[in-house]
């Protein structure tokens, strides 16, 4: 069996044409990996992309990345919606097939390794690959941002101890699969969005794995979501949580979307809970069967 392994970096840009093209362009330089899904974001001022491909392509591929946002990009005069403390912000590897947790954890060392020695910017590790206890949860390590970090920065695992002067830090990591997900509410009160973030999020008591934020997004509220385990909360009850916190706070939602790519399964178990179809198997996608 083949070793695949995802990658979805973030990066500080979501507005300029030209600096997205370049970022995704220099992840494609690297030939024999998938690179796709881009995502972008002029409020957030972030974007994103998956790549696919067997583990040392996966991280030339995603260097060539972060290195182009490392010249592109300058933390200084970067504003958006989203938390963030660098250029490029954070780097998750995440096993597909025939790769352990533990080699994403390698896998993701040996690139902070280099981001450190070639490019002189601090790395602090998170999630699986976590050094620190205190860095394990990526809201943790982004506190005070790029703003806070340049007045007094926290040791990094990897690199100097001072902020790179504009691409700021990165965080790196090993963890399993992440859905993003966004409820956009038919109002543009961001207090709503932020109060029923923090109702439903896991670390204020709500839903387990879920990791919740208010935003302001196209002149709507936003409820801005990482669902960290969809075995324990998926998409739909995502959702479905936040449809109740809102009407309970009279407004509805106008939209939500799913932010790069989900597994196959977190869609299987969608239709298993939101139709009480247990007997449903990803078997019954005719594509899947096609391919296969």
Do not use: W
């Amino acid at each position: 069996m083949d070793k695949i392994v995802e990658c979805v970096p973030n990066f500080s840009e979501g507005r300029d044409s030209k600096v997205i093209k370049a970022i995704f362009d220099a992840a494609t330089s690297i030939k024999s990996v998938k690179v796709f899904e881009l995502e972008y974001n002029a409020d957030h001022n972030r974007m994103l992309f998956t790549i696919i491909g067997e583990p040392e392509r996966v991280l030339a591929s995603v260097f060539e990345a972060i290195k182009t946002a490392t010249g592109l990009i300058d933390m200084n005069i970067q504003k958006g919606e989203h938390p963030r403390i660098g250029a490029t912000d954070v780097v998750p590897f995440v096993p597909v097939s025939g790769v352990s947790m533990e080699e994403c954890v390698k896998l993701s060392e040996d690139l902070a390794k280099r981001v450190a020695e070639e490019l002189g910017i601090p790395v602090f590790m998170y999630e699986q690959s976590a050094k620190n206890p205190d860095f394990r949860n990526l809201a943790d390590v982004r506190v005070g941002e790029f703003e806070g970090f340049k007045e007094k920065m926290k040791k990094p695992d990897f690199g100097p101890g001072q902020i790179h002067p504009t691409a700021g830090a990165i965080v790196i990591g090993a963890r399993k699969y992440l859905v993003a997900f966004n409820v956009n509410l038919d109002t543009s009160d961001i207090e709503i969005a932020k109060d029923i973030a923090g109702k439903i999020r896991e670390k204020n008591g709500g839903l387990p794995g879920v990791k919740a934020l208010g935003f302001n997004v196209n002149k709507k509220a936003q409820v801005s979501m990482n669902l960290v385990d969809f075995e324990k909360t998926n998409f739909d009850e995502a959702y479905r949580a936040v449809e109740n916190e809102a009407k309970a706070r009279g407004v509805g939602i106008e939209s939500s979307e799913i932010y790069g790519m989900i597994p196959l399964d977190a869609v299987v178990r969608a239709i298993k809970t939101t139709f009480k179809a247990d007997t449903f198997k990803s078997d019954q996608i005719l594509e899947k069967k096609i391919y296969e």
